[in-house]
Nanobody, 117 residues
Framework: QGQLVESGGGLVQAGGSLRLSCAAS????????MGWFRQAPGKEREFVGH???????VYVDSVKGRFTISRDNAKRTMYLQMNSLKPEDTDVYYC???????????WGQGTQVTVSS
């Protein structure tokens, strides 16, 4: 199905911003709903939000108004703009593609986001 590669993570102070990228190896990803997830050590992976092929976005309540998902199909890349970051946003962030059965797959390797207080 191809590969997804996340980048853009790093260390930022509370209140700061980061933009994550998710690059797809295949142009067919432009037809897929793409999602962002995050996971802390020892915890379950949490849904952050997704964007459909028609650019409709959905977010978990905890990030609404602070995070924005976008995509550039010509560049085969999805973005997660994160503003007003909080220490509780510290996690490894992953992107994935929604499969035909509705589940997400083709997980990338993740990118670490650390927000210091």
């Amino acid at each position: 199905q191809g590969q997804l590669v996340e980048s853009g993570g790093g260390l930022v102070q509370a209140g700061g911003s980061l933009r994550l990228s998710c690059a797809a190896s295949e142009y067919t990803y432009r037809f897929y709903t793409m999602g962002w997830f995050r996971q802390a050590p020892g915890k379950e992976r949490e849904f952050v939000g997704h964007i459909t092929s028609g650019h409709i976005t959905v977010y978990v309540d905890s990030v609404k108004g602070r995070f924005t998902i976008s995509r550039d199909n010509a560049k085969r890349t999805m973005y997660l703009q994160m503003n007003s970051l909080k220490p509780e946003d510290t996690d490894v962030y992953y992107c994935a593609a929604r499969r035909g059965d509705g589940s997400f797959g083709s997980w990338g390797q993740g990118t670490q986001v650390t927000v210091s207080s």
